[in-house]
C-alpha cells in the first residue's frame, strides 16, 4: 500500500507540467589567461592572445535557463523578480566592470583561467545556490562576442 502511495505521489510529481526560462544579462569586463607556474612563452604559446599581460575587454552576454514546475496560480517555473535579484548579485555585481583577474578571487592567476567555459560553470553553480527550489538551473551560456561562446549545463 504504502509502496503504490509512493508510486502515485512519484507519478504526479513527473506529470506537473514544467518550462524553462531564459534571461539574458550583460557585463563588460577585462580579462587574460595565465597560468603563474608556466613560462611567459608557455602561456603566449597555449594562450595566445589572451594571454597579452596588460589583459583585454569583452561585452559578455550571457544566458542564464532555469527549469520548473509551472505553478498553477502564478503561471510561473520561476519568480522573475527572484532570478533577476540573483542575476544582479552573482553577475552584474560581481563581473560588471570589472578585471575578472584582479577583482574575483576565484578567478585571480592560480585559481581558475577565466575562459567562457569556467565563466559558464562558475556563473552556472553560484546562481543554482541561491535559487529557491524547485526551480533548477538547466545551463548557462557565456557569449565573448558574436562569433564565440560556451556553454556549461549539467547533464
Ligand atoms: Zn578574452
Known sequence: ?????AALGIAQITAMPS???TRRISF??????SRPDWSAEKNAATFGACAWPNYH?????CDVTVSGPIDPITGFAVDLGTLDSILQKQ???????RNINQDVPEF???????????????????????LPNPAKVVRVTVGEDDSLSATYSRE
Open 1 to 5: 500500500m504504502q509502496g503504490e502511495a
Open 19 to 21: 518550462a524553462s526560462l
Open 28 to 33: 563588460s569586463a577585462a580579462h587574460r589567461y
Open 57 to 61: 575587454g569583452h561585452s559578455y552576454v
Open 91 to 97: 553577475v552584474k555585481a560581481r563581473f560588471d566592470h
Open 108 to 130: 585571480a592567476d592560480g585559481k581558475l583561467v577565466p575562459t567562457g567555459e569556467n565563466l559558464a560553470r562558475f556563473i552556472f553553480e553560484q546562481v543554482q545556490r541561491e
